[in-house]
């Protein structure tokens, strides 16, 4: 391709806001550009002004210009955990958190009333109520292979894997290694007492 040939496919892409200058070796190689919006220089692939999908110039000045229009209005917000003041684009009707582990802090059980609507429905009382239930009922150890070194680390499976039935004879008191094989579905519980591969 000549100079002129290159410079007219990029006049066209562009509509005209960059020129080409040197460099040209093939689609992947560096060029040297002229923006005539900014008058600046820069260096870009040919093939990625080629497959713009914007009809516009791929200097950096033009593409500050693009991003300064797209931005939104930032509205200022008070965070509902810590009280901070920051600014959100898009404020929630709910809540609002300044950072992720405001959001996390609010979502656990000790910060109170006012955050009961971000928590699952299973947490607090009902997971303790049906935990309670089964190690007031069951020995203390896995019910498949009979670990009981620390029993804070023993979990209690819903044996039809509906989380909101927690009947006595629902539930079941395993190990995290045999709990793990079931709610992956790859084994299944027989007689509750053992975990065959399905």
């Not at 959001?103 to 009333?113: N, P, T, V, W, Y």
């Not at 049906?130 to 009979?146: D, E, Q, S, W």
């Not at 680390?153 to 004879?169: A, K």
Request: with cysteine; net charge positive; aromatic share 10%.
């Amino acid at each position: 391709m000549t100079t002129e040939q290159i410079n007219k496919k990029i006049e066209a892409v562009t509509n005209g806001e960059t020129s080409y200058i040197s460099g040209y070796e093939g689609r992947y190689s560096k060029i040297k550009c002229y923006c005539n919006v900014h008058k600046y220089e820069f260096e870009i692939t040919f093939d990625t002004i080629m497959h713009r999908t914007e009809n516009n110039c791929s200097c950096p000045k033009c593409k500050e210009d693009r991003l300064n229009k797209r931005k939104l209005p930032r509205q200022k917000v008070t965070c509902d955990y810590c009280g901070k003041e920051f600014e959100k684009v898009y404020p929630n009707k709910g809540f609002n958190f300044c950072c992720r582990e405001c959001k996390d802090k609010a979502q656990k059980l000790e910060s109170g009333e006012k955050f009961k609507s971000l928590r699952p429905h299973h947490y607090g009382t009902e997971t303790k109520e049906y935990r309670l239930k089964a190690f007031n009922t069951y020995p203390h150890k896995c019910a498949v292979c009979g670990w009981n070194e620390d029993e804070d680390i023993l979990e209690v499976h819903h044996i039809d894997s509906n989380r909101s039935n927690n009947s006595l004879n629902n539930l079941i008191i395993l190990c995290p290694n045999c709990h793990r094989k079931l709610t992956f579905h790859k084994y299944k519980l027989v007689d509750r007492t053992k975990i065959v591969k399905i």
